[in-house]
């Protein structure tokens, strides 16, 4: 079941983020109480109670302190930011990333950035219509920017 993200899933959805911080920045209960407040949305997957994976997106009027997402705002006047979603290793290859990628709008693009290292990643946003349409170098990583055009 997908569904918002609720007060009582911030542990869960933290101890995910944190791990995979390979692929996404750390955050924490402050950082994603702020994350939270400015979203447009905020989803998680939910498995009989169990975090699967989340979702959380951006509006482009969002004041985030994110390079990669000035780099959005800089240059697309409407669009909607994917900040991070991740699943958990225990239900991956199970439709879950699909599941809550089907909850992104399509009548806007979507931005997001995958490491130029992340070949999975890069591969599955592909499959999901996502192009690369740049890159920016964060903090010594080469972040590939995405964007999946409005239908």
Same mark, same amino acid.
């Given at each position: 079941?997908?569904?918002?993200? !609720?007060?009582?899933?911030?542990?869960?959805?933290? =101890? *995910?983020?944190?791990?995979?911080?390979?692929?996404?920045?750390?955050?924490?209960?402050?950082?994603?109480?702020?994350?939270?407040?400015?979203?447009?949305? !905020?989803?998680?997957? =939910?498995? !009989?109670?169990?975090?699967?994976?989340?979702?959380?997106?951006?509006?482009?009027?969002?004041?985030?302190?994110?390079?990669?997402?000035?780099?959005?705002?800089?240059?697309?006047?409407?669009?909607?930011?994917?900040?991070?979603?991740?699943?958990?290793?225990?239900?991956?290859?199970?439709?879950?990333?699909?599941?809550?990628?089907?909850?992104?709008?399509?009548?806007?693009?979507?931005? *997001?950035?995958?490491?130029? =290292?992340?070949?999975?990643? *890069? !591969?599955?946003?592909?499959?999901?219509?996502?192009?690369?349409?740049?890159?920016?170098?964060?903090?010594?990583?080469?972040?590939?920017?995405?964007?999946?055009?409005?239908?």
């Amino acid at each position: 079941m997908i569904r918002e993200i !609720a007060q009582h899933d911030h542990d869960q959805v933290i =101890d *995910l983020n944190q791990g995979a911080l390979h692929a996404v920045s750390p955050l924490d209960h402050e950082g994603l109480s702020l994350l939270l407040k400015m979203s447009d949305q !905020a989803y998680v997957a =939910d498995r !009989a109670g169990d975090v699967a994976g989340f979702v959380i997106t951006l509006p482009p009027d969002a004041t985030y302190d994110s390079s990669r997402f000035r780099w959005f705002a800089e240059r697309y006047e409407d669009f909607v930011y994917l900040d991070r979603v991740i699943v958990s290793p225990d239900h991956q290859r199970q439709g879950v990333g699909s599941e809550l990628y089907d909850q992104l709008p399509t009548d806007v693009p979507v931005g *997001l950035e995958v490491y130029s =290292d992340n070949d999975k990643s *890069l !591969a599955f946003h592909a499959e999901q219509g996502f192009r690369a349409v740049g890159e920016l170098e964060h903090n010594g990583i080469v972040n590939v920017m995405m964007l999946r055009a409005a239908a």
